[in-house]
């Protein structure tokens, strides 16, 4: 009651005290609002993408693999033997095509060309470890000169005369080959991202034969032996609970005696499988880092709310202190008195902690506004999605607490001096 | 029960102030009854306002004995002290110190919020006291809004509020006019006529007459009691 006095007589004091704790309880709350918040973008748009994705190719393992795409290693057996494992659902090569030029037949002898696209050689199961639909057509069939091509792919000779299935474009190799194509089918554009589409989303898919010309030549005795392989592997594990059943196995193939690629590949490198799981896994480890970091700033900036409070309730110890001398000769115990200003700290540290919280979910609103602003500045696979507000309730919880504790323990020392205070000093003080 | 409200027996009051020691009160022996109203007066430096806190329980004697009311002050704890203080003894000061934060009915219940009790019962006492003074319209008024008088009759029933056998007056009308100051020496002598026991500290020789005693320091000793 008499704490509740003091304070309204001491109205600017007793808000400049709060603010302190407020902006610490709000901010800790903003940080850690802000961090839930992009964690679950980045996971949500990780489901987006099969969970259960992985690649395979050749690099150094360890507890932070690298993958290196230089040399070709798998081949189409391996392919087979892997697609063959219990834990995997399916299993497509990337072999990269490089073209220098598409050409389209513009009425007789006329040709328009435009400059080289991505073009992967693979199957048809790429298109569902990818997620990616067909809008129109179907997929080509291996051995026929057939692409399927994206819609950007499609728009390339103008939008005002995109390519439709049926038609037939031309497609010349860094070797100098032009190669006819028909383009059988038409993908949907796709609203995830995931590890593949920085390997760069493939704008042409096509069969090996005949596009894809990558082999060993092997000199079996004097016949030269000709293996297609591929760099990579792209393999989707039957489920989420058998991802790393499917790494397992895949790996335990690869290394023993029935892979070709074991055979091929070099002496200094590993077999490496990289999961969607491990890198959400890395983004994770990488995002907590930075919340803990910035958690810290902003429960420091706490601290030092306390500090304000202990150093405004000093001032109003020494300032009151003939009234403390007053209140001891009209009978208040120390204890009495000791309270008065805990309460008072209390008050504070309460008041602060409430209103930090509401501006915290004020401010959480506008940091992850903000956040969603720039995500669509980036630009790329991230622009389709948006940043849902994910408040972190144990936060709110955790920094309400502190703040009231803090609102407490700086107040114990102003508090403690001000019971010990001698009456007849007290009473004296002008 | 002793005949003497306070009963104080050789008295002695020894200040430390950094090396040198500096007594204040020296072997001082004053009874006083039920009653009684007395002025204690004196230059400054007599001792009077040590003899006054010692009186009031704020200070503890350095050797002799206290007796407040039944009550030996040298040998109870600080908590009980304070007890004593806020049961036994009315506090009326030169400069009134309410608080100002507070309402003049709050500044009338703070004693006995520091005894306990039910808020009704204080709000009762309270109210009850602000018309023994004569300002039950001034009860939400804080002390800034009230005038010198007005502010040491609240002070008068501050110290009445536990109902106190003794009412300690240091210069009660110190800060006030002569006029508003015979208003307040009248309340403090109705009050001794209601029974209390009034000490009165001052300088100002014109309220001797309101005493029925006169107990005059002088270097740390009472140098003449009429």
């Not at chain 1, 000709?226 to 059943?245: F, G, N, Q, S, W």
């Not at chain 2, 806020?86 to 009134?96: T, Y």
Request: hydrophobic content about 45%.
């Amino acid at each position: 009651m008499m704490s509740l006095d003091t304070m309204k007589s001491y109205k600017i004091r007793t808000f400049l005290t709060l603010i302190g704790i407020i902006i610490g309880v709000a901010s800790v709350i903003m940080v850690t609002t802000a961090g839930n918040s992009v964690s679950s973008f980045i996971a949500e748009q990780w489901n987006l993408f099969n969970p259960t994705g992985m690649v395979v190719g050749i690099g150094t393992s360890g507890t932070v693999p690298q993958l290196s795409i230089r040399s070709v290693v798998f081949t189409a057996n391996d392919v087979e033997n892997i697609q063959h494992l219990p834990s995997v659902k399916t299993v497509a090569p990337v072999g990269v095509v490089p073209l220098i030029k598409i050409l389209k037949r513009d009425g007789f002898l006329k040709w328009e060309s435009r400059s080289g696209e991505t073009m992967y050689a693979s199957t048809a199961s790429l298109l569902e470890i990818l997620n990616m639909e067909l809008e129109e057509g179907t997929i080509f069939e291996e051995g026929k000169n057939e692409v399927v091509i994206s819609k950007n792919v499609a728009e390339v000779f103008g939008k005002d005369k995109p390519l439709h299935v049926g038609d037939t474009i031309y497609l010349r190799r860094v070797d100098g080959k032009t190669l006819e194509a028909k383009v059988v089918g038409i993908l949907k554009e796709s609203s995830s991202f995931s590890m593949f589409n920085t390997l760069s989303t493939p704008g042409i898919i096509c069969p090996a034969k005949p596009y894809y010309s990558s082999y060993f030549g092997s000199n079996a005795g004097t016949i030269l032996k000709r293996v297609v392989a591929y760099t990579i592997l792209l393999a989707e594990a039957t489920d989420t609970k058998h991802v790393e059943d499917a790494q397992n196995q895949i790996l335990n193939y690869l290394d023993g005696t029935r892979s070709d690629a074991n055979q091929y590949k070099d002496q200094n490198s590993d077999f490496v499988v990289i999961t969607q799981q491990y890198i959400l896994d890395r983004v994770d480890k990488i995002m907590s880092v930075i919340r803990t970091y910035i958690t810290a700033i902003a429960l420091i900036s706490l601290l030092i709310g306390g500090v304000g409070i202990a150093n405004i309730m000093f001032a109003t110890v020494t300032e009151r202190t003939r009234e403390i001398g007053t209140m001891m000769a009209i009978g208040a115990k120390r204890r009495d008195i000791l309270q008065l200003f805990l309460y008072q700290s209390m008050i504070i540290g309460i008041l602060g902690g409430l209103a930090g919280c509401i501006l915290g979910v004020g401010g959480s609103w506008f940091v992850v506004d903000l956040l969603n602003k720039s995500i669509q500045n980036l630009g790329g696979a991230f622009s389709t999605g948006s940043m849902q507000l994910t408040y972190a309730p144990e936060w709110f919880i955790i920094a309400s607490i502190v703040g009231i504790l803090i609102g407490i323990a700086a107040g114990v020392l102003p508090a403690r001096k001000a019971a010990k205070m001698d009456p007849v000093v007290a009473l004296r003080y002008e | 029960m002793s005949e003497y409200v306070i009963d104080i027996n050789s008295l002695t009051k020894i200040y430390q102030t950094g090396k040198t020691d500096f007594k204040a009160l020296n072997t001082v022996t004053l009874k006083i009854r039920k009653g009684d109203f007395v002025a204690i007066m004196g230059p400054s430096g007599s001792g009077k306002s040590t003899l006054m806190n010692i009186i009031g329980c704020l200070d503890r004697p350095t050797s002799g004995t206290v007796i407040i009311d039944g009550e030996n002050i040298s040998i109870v704890s600080d908590n009980e002290l304070a007890e004593i203080r806020g049961r036994k003894i009315g506090f009326i000061f030169q400069k009134f110190n309410l608080i100002p934060t507070m309402t003049a009915l709050k500044n009338i219940e703070l004693p006995m919020v520091f005894l306990g009790g039910t808020k009704a019962d204080r709000d009762q006492r309270a109210a009850e006291l602000l018309g023994k003074v004569g300002l039950t319209n001034w009860a939400t008024h804080r002390p800034s809004e009230l005038s010198g008088g007005q502010q040491q009759r609240i002070a008068i029933a501050r110290a009445l509020s536990n109902n106190p056998s003794i009412i300690l007056a240091d210069e009660p009308t110190g800060n006030l006019d002569t006029k508003t100051g015979e208003q307040i020496m009248e309340l403090l002598v109705a009050l001794n006529n209601e029974g209390k026991t009034i000490l009165l500290v001052t300088h100002a020789i014109a309220l001797k007459r309101f005493a029925n005693r006169v107990v005059n320091m002088l270097d740390g000793e009472v140098s003449e009691d009429i």
